[in-house]
């Protein structure tokens, strides 16, 4: 698990040298039979720079276009991911009070 400092600026430059590499290798080092990389409208994200490299690795990702349009109903991180989280964050005791201790628990889980 990643984390950036809070006063940490995510640029696209940053996300796709830092943070892109690390986030595909720890998805790739998980899962079983390949994963899907979904992309939100964060401006890192949507930065042509960003977009210029998932142009080029276009054979492991499916591009932006290919999405479904912005629906809760096909937007598998509010429902798979974060509800699995959740449910683990529930069970785990005592309750972090502070971003140091959630940050500890977030990686037990």
């Known amino acids: ?12 430059k940053r996300y796709i040298e830092l943070l892109l590499p690390r986030l595909i290798e720890e998805c790739k080092s998980h899962a079983m039979s390949g994963f899907i990389l979904q ?5 890192a994200r949507t930065a042509k720079l960003a977009q210029n490299w998932f142009a080029a690795n276009s054979s492991e990702f499916i591009g932006k276009s290919e999405w479904p349009p ?25 309750k972090p009070k502070n971003t140091d201790e959630l940050k500890k628990v977030l990686q037990l889980i």
């Open 1 to 12: 698990m990643l984390f950036i400092p809070d006063s940490a600026k995510v640029n696209a």
């Open 70 to 94: 912005n629906s809760p109903d096909v937007n598998h991180l509010d429902y798979h991911v974060w509800g699995v989280t959740l449910e683990h964050y529930k069970i785990f005791h005592p």
């Open 39 to 43: 992309q939100d409208g964060v401006p």
